[in-house]
């Protein structure tokens, strides 16, 4: 499976997507520990 995930990062698209939920993660957990 690990084939298909690599696969999957290879799009410019996805690995947008990605990287943006990635940060909207670290925000969410960083908001969280502020309040």
Known sequence: MLWRKLYWLK????????????????????FRNWI
Do not use: G, M, W
């Open 11 to 30: 799009s410019p698209k996805n690995a947008e997507r990605l990287k943006r939920a990635i940060s909207d993660f670290e925000e969410n957990k960083n």
